[in-house]
Nanobody
Framework: QVQLVESGGGLVQPGGSLRLSCAAS????????MGWYRQAPEKQRELVAS???????NYADSVKGRFTISRDNAKNTVYLQMNSLKPEDTTVYYC??????????????WGQGTQVTVSS
C-alpha cells in the first residue's frame, strides 16, 4: 500500500508565501516523476509543476517565476514553495507521484488535497 500525505496549505495574504509538502510512504521501490496539480470548482485539474527523479522541472506558465518545486529522494518527499501568491492561486492543491511499489507495479498516486486560500 502506498500513501501520499500533504501538508502546508492555509490562508495567506496576497503577496505572501506558503510551502507545501507531500511525503510518500508504504511499499515503495522507486518514485519516478512527482508533481503538484490544482483544481478549482467546476474546472479541470491542471498541472502546476512537476519534477523528475533527476531533478528536471516543468511549470505552468501562470506560476513560472513565483513557484519552485523540489524533492528529497531520501525522504520520498516533494515540496512546492509558493511565493508572490495571488488570489487566483486559491484552490485545492493535489500531490501526484508515479511510483513503482514492491507489490503492485507502477501506478499514479494522489494525495488527499490541501486548501490554499489567498485573501486579504
Amino acid at each position: 500500500q502506498v500513501q501520499l500525505v500533504e501538508s502546508g496549505g492555509g490562508l495567506v495574504q496576497p503577496g505572501g508565501s506558503l510551502r507545501l509538502s507531500c511525503a510518500a510512504s508504504g511499499s515503495i521501490f522507486v518514485i519516478y516523476d512527482m508533481g503538484w496539480y490544482r483544481q478549482a470548482p467546476e474546472k479541470q485539474r491542471e498541472l502546476v509543476a512537476s519534477i523528475t527523479r533527476g531533478g528536471t522541472t516543468n511549470y505552468a506558465d501562470s506560476v513560472k517565476g513565483r513557484f519552485t518545486i523540489s524533492r528529497d529522494n531520501a525522504k520520498n518527499t516533494v515540496y512546492l514553495q509558493m511565493n508572490s501568491l495571488k488570489p487566483e492561486d486559491t484552490t485545492v492543491y493535489y500531490c501526484n507521484a508515479r511510483i513503482r511499489s514492491l507489490v503492485a507495479g507502477t501506478n499514479d498516486y494522489w494525495g488527499q488535497g490541501t486548501q490554499v486560500t489567498v485573501s486579504s
